[in-house]
């Protein structure tokens, strides 16, 4: 089989060295891919966002599978439009990656179908929100409709900090059309978790939880990123609480789905708050996550590529889908700066890193050249240990990011020390 992956992340490094093991592949493409991704697969310099080169590469290269990965091309209709030419594909339709693309739709459908999330308004006049944000007893979250890179989030503590966020949306456009309306939502406490998923539209597999750290310092400080490191299982999500959400949020969302006319294939995100009042949906991402992928994908026992066919055929409920009683601990490598400005282009020491037993260094940005790896995103390494369990995996993964460096790296130490 020829294989294409669209993306070019840690994420999609993971999910092409898992499919690279499946013995029915013959040839893998990555578009674009990146540094770590070129050890198994060619990379070809096409953005992830090009639907139109994407899908006529598909066609001149006999695609048998494309796995679309990251949100901007599930949101563009990639999956409807590769589909339309006969390519078979992993990730939902346009009309079911909405459940991502916009915040307030994704509101509506739990309001609907009585998914339980947080109590929220939504707004597309500036004067409005703030009146509204005045009144409000803080803290309270205030996010972007649309798509913004994972930074369209803001956790106010005080009005002065909600002024701030309303204004970069509404006026400043910090995230474009993305800003243009917004949600003002009450702010759950409790532990996070995030459950990925396998659905197929009518069956759902639920993959071992996770929790990510997405503030960028130690101590969950400082601005959100798009996630600095996951531990995976997440301790906190018993199987008391799996099985309450199976029933309250898991299946019901898959089930409104359907009946909205936007089945949803693929992999469905659920970032969840164990609140007092039981676990609550804090957003869906309609894809894996990253870095939480790189933490999950590892554990992983069935195979992948199996279980993504599977998913595509409607078949999920025939197909095992296995997991290691193991842990996994993953810290990302940042450049400095991230998720700020932050410069790129040098070059990456891995030292001994890749030798310890159960350790992988994903590349999320990284460019191959002529043999040397060189930092070309802010998000640059994603460092992974399985082990036994949480404690030695944590010990390997941190021993693992100890022999790593690059100019200005830097990444939190506290991944994973509950
Ligand atoms: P999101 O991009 O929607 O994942 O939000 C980023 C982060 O903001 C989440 O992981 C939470 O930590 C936080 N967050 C989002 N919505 C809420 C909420 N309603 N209450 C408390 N925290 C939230
Ligand atoms: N790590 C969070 C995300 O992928 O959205």
């Known amino acids: 089989m020829n294989i294409m992956i669209i993306g070019g992340g840690g994420r999609e490094h993971v999910i092409t060295k898992l499919i690279a093991r499946n013995q029915n592949v013959s040839k893998i493409y990555a578009l674009p891919g990146n540094g770590g991704i070129s050890k198994f697969a060619e990379c070809v310099k096409i953005s992830a966002e090009d639907i139109d080169t994407i899908t006529s590469f598909a066609k001149t290269h006999e695609i048998d599978f494309a796995v679309v ?37 994704a509101k509506e459908l739990m309001t609907k179908y009585n998914i339980p999330t947080a109590k929220y308004e939504v707004f597309t006049e500036l004067d409005k929100a703030l009146s509204y944000a005045a009144l409000s007893d803080c803290p309270i979250v205030i996010k972007a409709d649309g798509l913004a890179k994972g930074k369209g989030v803001t956790v106010a503590e005080n009005f002065q900090q909600a002024r701030e966020a309303i204004m970069s949306c509404m006026k400043d456009k910090a995230f474009g059309h993305s800003g243009e309306r917004i949600l003002i939502e009450e702010c759950l406490t409790g532990k996070e978790v995030t459950v990925l998923a396998f659905t197929d539209g009518k069956t759902i597999v639920p993959m071992v939880s996770s929790m990510d750290h997405k503030r960028a310092y130690d101590g969950n400080k400082g601005p959100n990123t798009g996630g600095m490191g996951v531990i995976a299982p997440n301790p906190y999500y018993t199987q008391t609480i799996a099985d309450e959400c199976m029933r309250t949020i898991f299946l019901p969302t898959v089930e409104a789905m359907k009946k909205e006319g936007r089945m949803f294939k693929g992999c469905l995100y659920f970032g969840l708050m164990l609140t007092d009042k039981g676990p609550k949906v804090i957003e869906y991402n309609c894809r894996f996550g990253d870095p939480e992928a790189e933490a999950v994908l590892p554990l992983m026992e069935s195979d992948l590529l199996d279980v993504m066919i599977a998913v595509r055929d409607e078949r999920l409920a025939d197909v095992p889908v296995k997991f290691k009683e193991k842990a996994s601990c993953c810290v990302v490598c940042a450049s400095s700066g991230y998720p700020g400005t932050y410069l790129t282009g040098y070059p990456i020491d891995f030292g001994n890193a890749e030798e310890i037993e159960g350790v992988d260094v994903f590349h999320a940005g990284t460019k191959n050249e002529e043999g040397k790896y060189y930092t070309s995103g802010g998000r640059v390494l994603a460092v992974n240990a399985v082990s036994s369990d949480l404690e030695s995996a944590r010990e390997k993964a941190y021993e693992a990011v100890k022999c790593i460096n690059f100019e200005g790296m830097r990444y939190r130490t506290d991944i994973g020390s509950l």
């Open 69 to 105: 990965a990251p949100d901007d091309p599930l949101a563009l209709g990639a999956v409807d439009r590769l589909e339309a030419e006969g390519v078979k594909c992993f990730g939902p339709s346009k009309n079911a990656a909405l459940i991502e693309g916009s915040k307030v739709f």
